[in-house]
């Protein structure tokens, strides 16, 4: 399984990114998809998850109302809308597919997912 994430980069406070993430090996169609962020000296955390069907989607209530998950099947694709960015949003981003086909139980906790990206790092400068 190869997950490969991209479109990080250096964005002023207030300003637009978006995440895309490319899976292939497994069939995409039938994985939750995530996204976790780990700034320098912290922890992995959640910060959204895509259901295999593309029709919902959750969200860590630091980035709730800013950010926006989405999941395209016919591409192999999960994207990452992150608007308002800021400062405290710096961090690498990961994409990670979820263990369990059809199955979105604890979708925050990291260990819930088999296959993970190398990350792509977000700066926001302020």
């Known amino acids: 399984v190869q997950v490969v994430e991209s479109g990080g980069g250096l964005v002023q406070a207030g300003g637009s990114l978006r995440l895309s993430c490319a899976a292939s090996?497994?069939?995409?169609?039938?994985?939750?998809m995530g996204w976790f962020r780990q700034a320098p000296g912290k922890e992995r955390e959640f910060v959204a998850a895509?259901?295999?069907?593309?029709?919902?989607?959750y969200y860590a209530d630091s980035v709730k109302g800013r950010f926006t998950g989405s999941k395209d099947n016919a591409k192999n694709t999960v994207y990452l809308q992150m608007n308002s960015l800021k400062p405290e949003d710096t961090a690498v981003y990961y994409c990670?597919?979820?263990?369990?086909?059809?199955?979105?139980?604890?979708?925050?906790?990291?260990?819930?997912?088999?296959?993970w990206g190398q990350g792509t790092q977000v700066t926001v400068s302020s």
């Open positions: 990670a597919m979820y263990g369990t086909a059809y199955s979105r139980s604890a979708y925050s906790l990291p260990g819930m997912y088999d296959d």
């Open positions: 090996g497994r069939a995409f169609s039938m994985y939750t």
């Open positions: 895509i259901s295999w069907s593309e029709s919902n989607a």
